[in-house]
């Protein structure tokens, strides 16, 4: 008997065709397989995060929840091989889709020697992303609907002190 792979009913059966699965890991792998690629968490750059929770730099070189969208925008400036996948981070509390988002990324071609030297290494790159995150054009924009909003969110509320007493 064949086995279905697909059925027809099943969420996952009409995906769009994305890269094939990962294989498991092993030594004898090249760097340039996406199995020996560098995993990258938003939480590893999040200055809302603890150390304990993942933050992986300073919280002075961090961002304010980063995206796993914001962070391949910034490694593809690099021109580095980025592959963004749809899991989830362990020590994350949140269960929401928004709280997912793994980036992997090549730094060492096949020969072991780093494809950007300026970048050779995980905690380089990460320092790279809390410089350039708070730069992107995204962000720019954001700030000052954020605190428009909140401004007027306050003067509403400094009008209206209490209840009062009924009469």
């Not at 925008?73 to 981070?89: H, P, R, S, T």
């Not at 793994?102 to 780093?114: E, F, K, M």
């Not at 007027?152 to 209206?160: E, L, P």
Request: proline letters at 9%; hydrophobic letters at 25%; glycine letters at 6%.
């Amino acid at each position: 008997m064949a086995a279905m792979h697909a059925h027809p009913g099943h969420p996952g059966g009409s995906r769009m065709a994305g890269p094939p699965p990962l294989a498991p890991w092993s030594p004898d792998k090249k760097h340039s397989d996406r199995e020996r690629w560098v995993c990258i968490y938003p939480a590893y750059i999040n200055r809302k995060k603890t150390r304990q929770e993942g933050r992986r730099i300073p919280k002075q070189c961090c961002v304010d929840d980063p995206s796993p969208q914001e962070i391949r925008d910034v490694l593809q400036a690099l021109n580095m091989n980025v592959l963004v996948e749809l899991k989830q981070y362990p020590r994350e509390r949140s269960r929401e889709l928004q709280c997912r988002g793994r980036i992997r990324v090549q730094l060492r071609s096949d020969d072991g020697t780093p494809l950007n030297s300026e970048y050779a290494s995980r905690d380089s790159l990460l320092m790279h992303l809390g410089k350039t995150i708070p730069m992107l054009k995204s962000r720019q924009t954001k700030a000052p609907e954020q605190s428009q909003a909140a401004a007027s969110s306050s003067a509403g509320h400094s009008q209206k002190k209490g209840k009062g007493k009924r009469r």
